[in-house]
């Protein structure tokens, strides 16, 4: 009887610490879906923002059969470049931009990207794009200029 209690009780505060946790994580661009036409992406999000990338891909990767969308191909990417596939990322942020050239998140992930893998003139390029996009700035525009900044002061 102790023990069922014992084990009741680790497992309720394991509970309330990953709840904690999840309610805790930053949004990321999981919540910049540009599209109302795609397809229901809410449990891939949750997925993302549970960081887990393994199930978010696998979710992913059977909706890009499926569909061809940028949202899609934006998230395919973002995935990939946290799990450090930088290669296949840059190929779904790719795929994302062609099918939709102005879709702000695609461009301010890409850039992030380039940041990371050193290559901030790319990135400056992406910023360049989103000034276009949002002439009176936006949050994918401060966000990239943010990490660009913080990557040329290191």
Do not use: W
């Not at 497992?11 to 910049?32: C, F, G, H, K, R």
């Not at 993302?48 to 061809?68: F, P, S």
């Not at 994302?96 to 992030?112: D, F, I, N, S």
């Not at 901030?120 to 660009?148: F, T, Y």
């Amino acid at each position: 009887m102790l023990k069922y209690a014992v084990t009741t009780a680790v497992a309720t505060l394991a509970l309330a610490a990953v709840t904690t946790t999840l309610l805790s994580i930053p949004a990321y661009a999981v919540d910049n879906i540009e599209s109302t036409d795609g397809p229901d992406l809410t449990s891939v999000k949750a997925k993302i923002e549970a960081k887990n990338y393994t199930g978010a891909l696998e979710e992913l990767r059977g909706l890009a059969e499926d569909t061809q969308q940028a949202d899609v191909y934006n998230l395919l990417g973002f995935t990939l470049r946290k799990t450090g596939d930088y290669q296949t990322a840059l190929t779904y942020y790719t795929k994302a931009l062609e099918l939709q050239p102005g879709h702000k998140a695609a461009r301010e992930y890409l850039g992030e990207l380039y940041v990371e893998t050193g290559d901030v003139e790319k990135a400056k390029v992406q910023l360049s794009e989103l000034g276009k996009l949002c002439p009176q700035g936006c949050e994918e525009l401060e966000d990239l200029q943010k990490a660009i900044d913080t990557k040329v002061t290191k």
